[in-house]
């Protein structure tokens, strides 16, 4: 499931002003929708490349065709001033709802806002959600009640948005019943809350990975190689680095060039990852051999605990180096399996042991090394139950 961060920018918020500094921070943050009135559309769009979602009224002509694209919201949204919020009574045969009625009506709202007062309104949340592509949802007194009661009855019908008001209630939202809302709909004009929220955004969203021990069985200078720098758009951790290797079922955790040393600057934006044959791992868990990767391309970062995240490839460096081949046995369910890579012979590249980051140069035999090992094999980087020899 991709989470999505909503941030609510209309009338409620305030003047232009006011609307228009939430909405310039909710763009430098990363918020992938913004919601407003109608009347604002054109004016978020001249802010910057977002989507943009509308409040409109029972007789939505937002998306009429001759209107002009720059006026024309991604989603229109039925609710506000109406039975969504309050503003109208909720018919006690729903099939009289003003709001319903509009959903159900082919092109002209995708979108349904509802504040859940009581009961009732949860019920009309959930009649809504059998219309409308997005079910918005606010609550009022209570809120994790009717969000479980909603996640649970409404299933794949609707992508749910939850209002919420700070990261953390952001991160309740998208935990709920271990299923959690697709979205939030975030209200707060603090700067800090909203780049918060896309922070707990962006952490649901990453892979966990497990890394294991793998014991180093030789260390060999080989020739020269084609080795690759990969230089990324991203500045890393002092824990964190790549996975790469020569065979995909096994890759080794190699350290990003953060560490100081008397002959050489860190270079934190750097991992220096072996030759051009080998693999790295990409955020979709598939893997990419290094000689592939170009300016553009996402490369997956982890750090020593298998946390991941995204970086961009700023460049890629290939350069002839001498190299070592690195040689490591992994335990398994059915005895142990070797599994190598080739790396630079130079003291600024490091691996992490059992006992902290080491130098390749350091490396000995029976050291325990970081891999992420899996039993599959890989055909142009996609995991495959096929019989492939790798030696």
């Known amino acids: 499931m991709t989470r999505q961060v909503?941030?609510?920018?209309?009338?409620?918020?305030?003047?232009?002003?006011?609307?228009?500094?939430?909405?310039?921070?909710?763009?430098?943050?990363?918020?992938?929708?913004?919601?407003?009135?109608?009347e604002d559309v054109e004016r978020v769009r001249d802010l910057g490349a977002v989507d943009v979602a509308a409040f409109t009224n029972g007789d939505v002509h937002v998306m009429d065709a001759e209107a002009d694209e720059e006026d024309e919201p991604d989603i229109a949204v039925v609710g506000k001033d109406g039975e969504g919020d309050g503003s109208m009574d909720i018919p006690g045969d729903l099939s009289g709802s003003a709001d319903l009625s509009v959903l159900r009506q082919d092109g002209k709202a995708t979108a349904g806002y509802v504040r859940i007062f009581d009961q009732r309104y949860e019920e009309f949340a959930e009649e809504v959600a059998?219309?409308?592509?997005?079910?918005?949802?606010v609550g009022e007194d209570w809120q994790i009640i009717p969000l479980e009661n909603l996640i649970a009855r409404i299933g794949d019908e609707t992508n749910l948005v939850a209002g919420v008001t700070t990261a953390e209630e952001a991160r309740t939202a998208y935990e709920t019943l271990e299923i959690g809302a697709d979205s939030v709909l975030l209200d707060t004009d603090d700067l800090d809350e909203i780049r918060k929220t896309v922070e707990v955004?962006?952490?649901?969203?990453?892979?966990?990975?497990?890394?294991?021990?793998?014991?180093?069985?030789?260390?060999?200078?080989?020739?020269?190689?084609?080795?690759?720098?990969?230089?990324?758009?991203?500045?890393?951790?002092?824990?964190?680095g790549m996975l790469v290797g020569s065979m995909s079922r096994g890759l080794f955790f190699v350290h990003a060039e953060t560490a100081e040393s008397p002959?050489?600057?860190?270079?934190?934006?750097?991992?220096?990852?072996?030759?051009?044959?080998?693999?790295?791992?990409?955020?979709d868990g598939g893997t990419?051999?290094?000689?592939?990767?170009?300016?553009?391309?996402?490369?997956q970062v982890v750090d020593t605990?298998?946390?991941?995240?995204?970086?961009?490839?700023?460049?890629?460096?290939?350069?002839?180096?001498?190299?070592?081949?690195?040689?490591?046995?992994v335990e398994t369910d059915d005895?142990?399996?070797?599994?190598?890579?080739?790396?630079?012979?130079?003291?600024?590249?490091?691996?992490?042991?059992?006992?902290?980051?080491?130098a390749v140069t350091d490396l000995e035999v029976g050291?325990?090394?970081?891999?992420y090992y899996g039993d599959k094999a890989r055909h142009f980087g996609e995991a495959i139950e096929e019989s492939i020899i790798e030696q």
């Not at 002959?263 to 955020?283: C, D, E, I, K, M």
């Not at 990419?288 to 490369?299: A, C, F, I, N, Q």
């Not at 995204?310 to 070592?324: Q, S």
């Open 367 to 371: 050291d325990d090394v970081l891999v």
């Open 130 to 137: 059998t219309a409308a592509d997005y079910t918005i949802v």
């Open 6 to 38: 909503w941030l609510k920018a209309d009338d409620e918020v305030g003047d232009w002003d006011e609307r228009k500094r939430r909405i310039t921070a909710g763009l430098e943050a990363g918020v992938d929708w913004v919601l407003v009135d109608e």
């Open 263 to 283: 002959y050489v600057a860190s270079r934190p934006f750097r991992v220096n990852a072996g030759a051009v044959h080998a693999y790295v791992r990409t955020p």
């Open 335 to 358: 005895g142990v399996d070797r599994i190598e890579t080739l790396l630079q012979n130079a003291e600024t590249i490091k691996v992490a042991t059992s006992e902290g980051r080491k």
């Open 305 to 329: 605990e298998g946390r991941t995240r995204e970086a961009i490839v700023g460049r890629v460096k290939i350069e002839k180096r001498p190299m070592f081949r690195v040689s490591a046995e």
């Open 288 to 299: 990419k051999y290094l000689s592939e990767l170009r300016s553009g391309d996402e490369v």
């Open 201 to 240: 955004r962006d952490e649901m969203g990453r892979e966990q990975v497990d890394l294991v021990e793998a014991e180093i069985q030789e260390i060999e200078q080989t020739g020269s190689a084609d080795r690759v720098c990969i230089d990324t758009g991203n500045l890393m951790e002092h824990d964190e």
